[in-house]
């Protein structure tokens, strides 16, 4: 008869470290003044903010993931993780130089990234329908081609041949 405990020893260790060790290009995980206004967390809403237009008008699931992928990818590219409190939320914190924080999972990477992607979204669509009125052609090119050869530049589509779709 087959046990289902887990021998804790074939667990992977998380490894934590402290405050001091985050770095500018670490996006951090929760609420609230600190997550704000962290410099990885500021960068990485103007990632998600460029990246929002094409998430949103993405017809099928498989864009959706690869867009989300990106971001990840580009985070990690820049030297960041994504971190979370040992602690975790709603309990008594101490200061922040005396806390421990550990990379969370691609998975709970994935599921914020999607949120902050989904953030205001109805507001979102509706000027970037307007948008699209205005530039339907920029929509010609299939999303993964658009992701490789350009992608959004200050929020703005930008194909391979440098042709900039203002207003997307």
């Known amino acids: ?40 967390n500021e960068a990485f809403r103007v990632l998600v903010n460029a990246q929002k237009p094409l998430y949103l008008t993405a017809k099928v699931k498989r864009e959706k ?14 030297g960041g993780s994504f971190l979370a409190r040992k602690d975790g939320p709603g309990r008594r914190r101490k200061k922040m130089t005396q806390e421990m924080w550990f990379e969370i999972s691609d998975i709970k990477a994935k599921e914020k990234i999607s949120q902050a992607l989904r ?37 703005n589509m930008v194909d391979d041949e440098n042709v900039n779709y203002k207003g997307i």
């Not at 887990?6 to 985050?22: E, H």
């Not at 993931?65 to 820049?78: G, H, P, T």
């Open 1 to 40: 008869m087959m046990s289902n405990n887990v021998n804790i020893s074939q667990q992977p260790s998380i490894q934590y470290k402290p405050s001091s060790a985050i770095e500018d290009t670490d996006v951090l995980c929760g609420r609230g003044g600190i997550f704000n206004t962290h410099i990885g």
């Open 65 to 78: 993931r690869i867009i989300v992928q990106s971001i990840i990818d580009r985070v990690r590219f820049l």
């Open 119 to 155: 953030e205001n979204s109805p507001r979102r669509m509706e000027q970037i329908n307007q948008a699209l009125l205005k530039n339907a052609s920029c929509f010609r090119k299939p999303l993964a081609t658009i992701i490789q050869k350009g992608g959004i530049q200050d929020g």
